[in-house]
């Protein structure tokens, strides 16, 4: 990592001189561990220098899921907790002391996406539906997991079945976006993204059949690749497409995706398309962390996919800058065109053709209460966002029809049309937003994937932090290389993430150490201003941070109800001063109208964008009335929220 991203980093334990690292933090409060943006790195040389344990940093982990996590202002992103979690982290310490570290993910933390299979604990691809579904095996990756020392934590929310990117599910609701908590987190790894995001783990595993690890991680500010279709095994993942299903990390650094990938690709003969790498050797990603990696590589810009919508301009822009500093990081870069892109990509999706049949396939091997799709959506246990797609994919009546060899003999002319073009103008790798649009608001669709050009091309792509937007949303660019060029894309995101400074912890999410969380806060009135000394306000406020909310309740003293104009809460304008005791209207600007005309007792809730939160929470947010004498303003108070 660059020194400006472990100097961001809440600081995590006092250790030892000799390793180097005994500025990183000071001593945290005893039996307490800060794990907070932690690295595996990090965990790693702590444990070994004693200054903590495997089982400690577990119940640190635990501890910010209860804190955040549960009950109804939470994010709602981890829906099992293994309740074998610290008794198999004490395991590991135990064998540390006793033979040493297996590898760099011995005693560390990790969480699972509900549709990884494990042999304790239930898989349920975030449906009631197999709420009681336990498998006879871990999946792959998970075995590899285990051997690699591990902790499972738990498992986490997804797109019910997932079959969507919001990540709602008859399980577990619906998963809150941690930088704002009115929005989406991706899907429909999206339980992973946002707790990985929030700190409630060291890494996480999600899957990607178009879209679901690299959507998550561009709504997280995260990176996730989705691998070479064959470089990692879908055994033991409950299906969506056999033919799409990729199954990896996300991770908040690139180093600590290179420590998870190295840990769980590799040939499995239990999935034939890892068949790809007979013969080869299997890449090493953490080889592949080099600063330069840039320098020298020809990167693509594939226009067509930034959008042209006034709606894609924000991450655009982000984008655009991104690619400005990989040019100063030495690499060449050419806009570039697919030809017929539309028309060779539309209809090679395979997800309808085989998500009823693979599942079937996959239900026969467990205990599930269900043996079929049919049975599932059925059952009444299936989510009402999901149940007329559900419906959809039920109208295909087998498994070989003339639609779906159709369908499959247009993805081989699309990748050959993608690599051709790659071929003929020497890209390295080509780029764009991961997601052209920021995250919708709960219950609204999300717009804006290109998901579909690397789930049917099979290539290789990896989305990367490049900023947020104005109003605190993290925007992710889209990166994708050759066939099994895996680590080498790594690399390149390596060499982009060490040489800027895009990874931000959520704001609802801070350190538990830093006085815990906070559900409520209180707020007060500061001395009134302006020119109506008469003008009074009793005021009682709550600002509370994880629901994003403003509840106000004011009485206004002095003015008749006829003579009040109306009220409204203000917030200093983009680049404007808030000003003094006897501020001026200038630099201001309401963000909601809180009386209407004749309204002396106000009941207000407010809901807060990420701008609007940091005038809050800075104290410079106001109430101002309006009267008929003073129709610009008769008086203003100061919302102090405390400290």
């Known amino acids: 990592m660059n020194a400006r991203t472990v100097g961001r980093i809440p600081k995590l334990f006092t250790l030892l001189a000799g390793l180097g690292l005994a500025s990183l933090v000071p001593a945290p409060t005893v039996g307490q561990v800060e794990v907070t943006e932690a690295t595996i790195d990090q965990l790693q040389a702590a444990m070994a220098a004693g200054s903590t344990s495997a089982a400690e940093i577990t119940r640190a982990y635990l501890d910010r899921i209860e804190a955040y996590d549960r009950g109804a202002s939470g994010i709602l992103s981890v829906v099992w907790i293994n309740p074998e979690a610290v ?22 933390p990790i969480l699972l996406k509900d549709n990884y299979d494990t042999f304790a604990g239930p898989t349920t691809a975030g449906t009631l539906a197999l709420a009681t579904n336990v498998a006879p095996d871990d999946a792959f990756q998970v075995a590899r997991l285990r051997q690699a020392g591990a902790i499972i934590l738990g498992k986490t929310n997804m797109h019910e079945l997932a079959s969507g990117i919001t990540t709602i599910s008859s399980l577990g609701g619906q998963t809150l976006n941690p930088y704002d908590p009115r929005r989406n987190p991706g899907g429909s790894s999206g339980g992973t993204g946002a707790a990985i995001a929030a700190s409630f783990a060291a890494v996480g595993w999600g899957s990607d059949t178009c879209g679901s690890i690299r959507i998550p991680a561009a709504q997280n500010d995260l990176v996730g690749l989705r691998p070479t279709k064959g470089l990692s095994s879908i055994d033991g993942i409950i299906p969506l497409s056999h033919t799409q299903d990729v199954g990896g990390p996300l991770a908040r650094t690139v180093r600590d995706l290179a420590i998870a990938l190295d840990a769980t690709v590799g040939w499995d003969e239990s999935d034939s398309a890892t068949d790809i790498l007979r013969g080869r050797s299997t890449p090493v990603f953490v080889d592949a962390l080099d600063a330069d990696a840039l320098s020298g590589v020809r990167i693509g810009i594939l226009e067509d996919y930034f959008g042209s919508a006034a709606e894609d301009a924000a991450a655009g822009r982000l984008v655009r800058t991104a690619i400005e500093r990989v040019v100063e990081l030495g690499a060449d870069t050419v806009t570039f065109e697919i030809p017929d892109l539309d028309s060779l990509i539309s209809g090679s999706g395979l997800i309808g053709h085989e998500f009823r049949w693979d599942m079937m396939d996959y239900l026969a091997t467990t205990n599930a209460p269900a043996s079929t799709l049919e049975e599932i959506v059925d059952s009444g246990l299936v989510h009402e966002a999901l149940a007329s797609r559900m419906r959809a994919r039920l109208r295909t009546e087998s498994r070989d029809s003339e639609a779906y060899r159709a369908a499959f003999a247009r993805r081989a002319p699309l990748r050959a049309a993608v690599e051709g073009e790659m071929n003929r103008r020497s890209i390295d790798a080509f ?17 804006g994937s290109s998901c579909s050009l690397s789930a049917n091309t099979g290539l290789p ?51 538990l150490l830093e006085g815990g969380p906070r559900s409520e806060v209180s707020v007060a009135a500061g001395s009134p201003a302006g020119p109506d000394s008469t003008v009074g306000f009793d005021l009682e ?94 008086r203003w108070v100061r919302l102090m929220t405390e400290r």
Do not use: C, K
């Not at 310490?93 to 005693?107: C, Q, T, V, W």
């Open 87 to 108: 008794s198999d982290a004490e395991a590991m310490d135990r064998e540390r002391a006793a033979s040493g570290p297996r590898g760099p993910l011995h005693g560390i």
């Open 431 to 447: 780029v764009f937003p991961t997601l052209r649009r920021v995250p919708a608001l709960i219950g609204e669709p999300q717009r």
């Open 461 to 511: 792509s990896i989305s990367i932090p490049v900023g947020f937007t104005e109003g605190g949303l993290p925007i992710g660019m889209e990166m994708v290389g050759r066939t099994l060029h895996d680590a080498r894309l790594v690399g390149f995101a390596y060499a982009f993430e060490v040489n800027t400074d895009h990874r931000r912890t959520p704001w609802t999410t801070p350190p």
């Open 541 to 634: 406020a709550t600002y509370r941070p994880l629901a994003s909310r403003l509840d106000l309740s004011l009485r206004v003293r002095g003015p008749t109800e006829a003579e009040i104009v109306g009220a409204a809460l203000q917030v200093p304008e983009s680049g404007g001063a808030a000003g003094g005791e006897g501020e001026p209207m200038e630099g201001w600007m309401v963000i909601a109208r809180l009386a209407l005309p004749g309204e002396s007792v106000i009941d207000r809730s407010v809901v807060l964008s990420a701008s609007h939160r940091a005038a809050v929470e800075a104290g410079e947010a106001r109430v101002i009335l309006l009267t008929r004498a003073h129709p610009l303003g008769a």
